[in-house]
């Protein structure tokens, strides 16, 4: 079932940013907003620059022109662009996953979890937010002594995303969540983002899976080649003769 439509104002805008590596434009003068509250997708193809995006959202990139500005509820607006990554999480409060999972193998679950929590200064609410992840996300309470890198592909995309949100994050970037995960997975993953963006946190979803992005976005953009090629609602999209041929595999 689609999400309802787009209706919030503008937590995250991309304006006009490129980023090139040398001689290589990845992202070409690319604009795209994230309402507060909604789930917003990217869609397009591998190579595409989505992931380049992410990166420079979350400042592992500067990008070569354009501004990103996160704004907060109290007004203040965050140019995302100039701010060093450890800065984009701490005070922006942006958290995210990646595409190849990056967890601490060595470490327990409980001990990943409280490392997404690092950033933050209120500890006393971290015990009711480890129980809001456990109940999202059961398998890890079973597994929570258990290392992270013992964990099954599916369960370590469950920790990369319970500890994204141990940040109390109010902007959460998710980078392919259902990459090279089981069906069953893979559902349950698309449930749980649902959920998660229902608890009143803001959503940029990139994935390749289109089908299922595109049913829970409030918003998506397509991206091909480094520009926004389409945008719209999830259900305009689903519904473009273009997309389905594209990316739903329909004729």
């Not at 595409?48 to 990139?61: D, E, L, Q, R, S």
């Not at 922006?92 to 990646?98: N, P």
Request: with cysteine; aromatic share 6%; proline share 4%.
């Amino acid at each position: 079932m689609s999400a309802p439509a787009a209706h919030g104002r503008p937590l995250l805008e991309v304006e006009h940013i490129t980023m090139r590596f040398g001689g290589l434009t990845a992202v070409n003068d690319l604009s795209f907003a994230a309402s507060k509250g909604e789930i917003t997708a990217l869609i397009g193809p591998n190579g595409a620059g989505k992931t380049t995006v992410f990166n420079c959202i979350t400042g592992f990139y500067k990008p070569t022109q354009g501004m990103i500005t996160l704004t907060q509820d109290d007004g203040a607006s965050y140019l995302l662009e100039r701010m060093p990554d450890f800065r984009i999480a701490w005070r922006a409060k942006v958290a995210r996953t990646f595409q190849n999972i990056r967890l601490f193998g060595g470490m327990t679950v409980l001990e990943n979890l409280d490392m997404g929590a690092y950033t933050r200064k209120d500890r006393k609410s971290l015990g009711e937010d480890l129980d809001r992840v456990f109940e999202l996300f059961p398998r890890l309470a079973e597994r929570r002594s258990q290392a992270g890198g013992t964990l099954s592909g599916g369960e370590q995309q469950m920790l990369a995303i319970g500890r994204a949100l141990m940040a109390k994050p109010r902007l959460l970037l998710l980078d392919e969540p259902s990459m090279g995960l089981a069906p069953q997975f893979i559902q349950q993953i698309f449930r749980i983002i649902t959920e998660i963006n229902s608890q009143g946190v803001t959503v940029l979803l990139v994935e390749q899976n289109a089908q299922q992005a595109l049913q829970r976005a409030h918003r998506a953009y397509v991206i091909e080649t480094g520009r926004i090629t389409k945008s719209g609602t999830g259900e305009e999209l689903l519904a473009d003769p273009a997309i389905k041929e594209a990316y739903l595999g329909v004729a």
